[in-house]
């Protein structure tokens, strides 16, 4: 350690020796580290909208069924807990929301066409917080309550079924005895979400309305838990767990929704993978500066070495010169990409290929994430392959042998 | 008490097809407080028996011992080591480190030793004074004349009083004014330190400082004589 400021001060000095190459090669870095940061950031921030859309569309971070209901989601497997006793147990609990639910597979039938959907009997106050549909921007009016008597359907399905606003559409599904349950239903709101299949296959009818049309008194078929991140659900299932008897299934939405999970996964890799190579690109330059930079100080290496210098401080003469090389192109890179994500933060408008981002279940405007977490990895990938990129020619610099190395010519 | 001991010191070098014998069954004795000139023609080995005296190079066979510690068989670390605590360079040429001043290259080796800052930063502006270069320790190598860069030279060898200096040719590229006011101080630092200087030359006025002068031919000694100091 005593070694340190010895060789950080040489090191330095000789970084700037030359110091259009190595203005060169900071500006290599910090531009790779900016578009490590930024396309890091624009990456997430279309994962992130298509994995909060689809969250949003289970709805719910956590949630309890009947054991059997996610095989056969049918009455018959409901949770056998009455709304009363439920609002005992959970609402207590520090929740940022919850809702139980009635969620069947239904049938609905306008005059011309009908459709297999879900059919969601909600509380709709309690599930304004889960975010699927902005209630005030339903062309007509959502739910106001258990009680109502309406229908909310998707402007996808209301096309599909050729219906509108005020006609009447008939729900079928089977009550807990297999019998035929239905009703009809006056369209009272249509609504539209940036995901096509979720406005499609979802109608929404009032709680105590759904109850009554399939005969299941006040159980239902599902408990939804709401965190505050859906990267972090354990905090909120091992809430839910505490309160729940083992008789009942708690999943977390990676589980219900394993495609999404996945999705986050190969993002994390796909993250990773992505910096890795801009480094490896980098990497190169890298070496190319250390090994000149080595070639062109022989004889000086050979005199530290007879003054007495030890090779492993040549070694880490060369390495810290890299680190600092490496240090002055991050503190770059990263403010450069804090300050161009920073303005973007309120979307960026890609309309142009938005129709390519709806299949994928994405907007047409972009909002750009900046996670700490990546900016750490990217720095920290940087560094780390940046040492063991250095470690050849600091190594080859550390070998040579004193008399060699002040003799040598040119 | 003996500073340095070569004892049938060989090594041959590989020129091409021809094998040159640098030296051939060399062997001396120098006391503490001496000053010895190794005086030959390019080729003759002087160089190659300074090198191997401060364990740059190693011998094919024979031993070196510098005080009472064994060299030719230490590590490279060890040697470092040695080189550090007890031996001073002065080289002919590309003597400094050109990234750092004048008192910075003076301070390398004692900063290298873990001296203290401020232990360093005034032996260095004594040393400065004493080569009579006060006033240019910023100043950078490129900055300073060829006679001003081996005084600092000069000055990092001796700062950190190491009991024996070993200089190749350090008047080889001076005007014979400047060599004159190096070997003086090489002359003063010995008679007051009682430090042991060995210096490869085959400059006649530095012959003429020397104590003992020691001529080689073709990696043998063929003379050594004591002499009467200039």
Not at chain 1, 333 to 344: C, E, F, H
Request: some cysteine.
């Amino acid at each position: 350690m005593r070694m340190l400021p010895v060789l950080t001060r040489l090191a330095w000095r000789y970084l700037w020796r030359n110091h259009r190459r190595t203005i060169i090669m900071v500006s290599a870095v910090s531009v790779g580290v900016w578009s490590m940061i930024f396309m890091t950031a624009l990456s997430r921030g279309m994962v992130d909208q298509v994995i909060e859309d689809g969250v949003a569309a289970l709805p719910g971070h956590v949630q309890v069924h009947n054991p059997k209901f996610l095989d056969d989601p049918s009455v018959a497997n409901r949770i056998l807990i009455g709304d009363a006793e439920l609002s005992k147990t959970f609402s207590s609990t520090d929740f940022k929301a919850w809702a139980s639910r009635v969620r069947v597979p239904a049938v609905i039938a306008s005059e011309y066409e009908s459709r297999g959907v879900t059919l969601l009997g909600i509380d709709p106050l309690a599930e304004q917080a889960f975010g699927y549909i902005a209630y005030d921007e339903v062309d007509g009016r959502f739910l106001e309550g258990i009680d109502d008597s309406g229908i909310v359907i998707g402007r996808e399905l209301a096309d599909k079924l050729e219906t509108r606003l005020g006609k009447r559409v008939v729900l079928m599904s089977q009550d807990p005895d297999n019998e035929i349950a239905d009703r009809g239903f006056r369209v009272v709101g249509l609504f539209e979400t940036d995901v096509p299949a979720f406005d499609e296959s979802n109608v929404f009818v009032g709680k105590r309305t759904a109850q009554k049309m399939l005969r299941i008194g006040d159980t239902t078929t599902e408990i939804v838990f709401l965190g505050d991140n859906y990267r972090d659900v354990e905090p909120t299932y091992d809430k839910v767990v505490a309160k729940i008897d083992g008789s009942l299934d708690v999943s977390r939405w990676n589980e219900i929704a394993s495609y999404l999970g996945s999705m986050l996964k190969v993002m994390d890799g796909f993250v990773f993978i992505f910096m890795v190579v801009i480094f490896l690109a980098l990497s190169f330059g890298l070496v190319n500066t250390l090994v000149m930079a080595v070639f062109e100080r022989v004889r000086e290496i050979g005199l530290m070495l007879a003054l007495g210098m030890k090779p492993s401080n040549i070694l880490g003469q060369i390495i810290i010169e890299s680190m600092l090389l490496l240090l002055v192109g991050l503190a770059i890179g990263n403010l450069l990409a804090v300050a161009t994500i920073q303005p973007l933060r309120g979307g960026i408008d890609i309309s142009v290929v938005a129709e390519g981002m709806e299949m994928m279940g994405a907007a047409s405007v972009l909002y750009p994430r900046l996670y700490l977490s990546d900016m750490i990895l990217a720095n920290v990938i940087v560094l780390f392959l940046g040492f063991l990129a250095s470690l050849s020619p600091a190594w080859r610099a550390s070998r040579y042998e004193p008399v060699e190395a002040i003799t040598k010519v040119g | 008490m003996t500073a340095v001991r070569c004892v049938d010191l060989c090594k041959t070098y590989l020129q091409g097809d021809q094998a040159i014998k640098a030296l051939d069954h060399v062997s001396i004795d120098i006391e503490e407080g001496g000053f010895v000139c190794l005086s030959a023609p390019s080729g003759g080995g002087k160089t190659t028996l300074l090198n191997a005296i401060g364990g740059l190079d190693m011998p094919d066979s024979g031993e070196v011992w510098i005080a009472d510690r064994r060299i030719d068989q230490m590590s490279k670390g060890e040697l470092a080591e040695l080189r550090l605590s007890s031996i001073g360079f002065v080289f002919q040429a590309y003597n400094l480190i050109p990234v750092l001043t004048a008192r910075e290259n003076i301070e390398f080796v004692m900063q290298v030793q873990g001296v203290a800052a401020k232990q360093r930063a005034e032996k260095s502006l004594a040393i400065l004074e004493e080569v009579g270069l006060n006033g240019l320790e910023d100043r950078r190598p490129a900055e300073m004349s060829g006679g001003q860069q081996q005084r600092v030279a000069v000055a990092r060898a001796i700062v950190s009083r190491p009991a024996l200096v070993l200089a190749d040719e350090p008047t080889a590229n001076l005007d014979s004014e400047t060599s004159d006011e190096l070997m003086e101080l090489f002359t003063e630092l010995n008679e007051h330190h009682n430090t042991t200087f060995v210096i490869a030359t085959h400059d006649q006025r530095v012959m003429g400082y020397a104590k003992r002068l020691i001529r080689m031919l073709d990696g043998r000694i063929v003379d050594d004589i004591q002499q009467n100091a200039a």
